[in-house]
Nanobody, 123 residues
Framework: QVRLVESGGGSVQAGASLRLSCVAS????????MGWFRQAPGKEREFVAT???????YYNKSIETRFTISRDNAKNTVYLQMNNLKPEDTAVYYC?????????????????WGQGTQVTVSS
């Protein structure tokens, strides 16, 4: 059974940083493309970033300079470092895996999802 468990969310002031973590189990993580998505209240789930098993990354162009996705295959963990957070970054952040696509940017590109972690940024 595949499990993705996110952590690291919280409530912060604008300009702060957070690092989200996602620990994966039940699959060969080192060969998985992993991604981060977010969903704000009343909005559709939005692509944030993805990382191929080789370490190559791809980002949502609107946020790529503030966020960094990385992975540690030895720990079966993917990270999302978020800097200079803004109120519009407020959302539930989801980890996604099991993608047959090299750089999946849509919800349908991923077969496995975590339960999400809340990030709230106040001004």
């Amino acid at each position: 059974q595949v499990r993705l468990v996110e952590s690291g969310g919280g409530s912060v002031q604008a300009g702060a940083s957070l690092r989200l973590s996602c620990v994966a189990s039940g699959r060969i993580f080192s060969r998985d493309t992993m991604g981060w998505f977010r969903q704000a209240p009343g909005k559709e789930r939005e692509f944030v970033a993805t990382i191929h098993w080789s370490g190559v990354t791809y980002y949502n162009k609107s946020i790529e300079t503030r966020f960094t996705i990385s992975r540690d295959n030895a720990k079966n963990t993917v990270y999302l470092q978020m800097n200079n957070l803004k109120p519009e970054d407020t959302a539930v952040y989801y980890c996604a895996g099991n993608s047959p696509v090299t750089f999946g940017t849509t919800v349908n590109d991923y077969g496995d999802w975590g339960q999400g972690t809340q990030v709230t940024v106040s001004s």
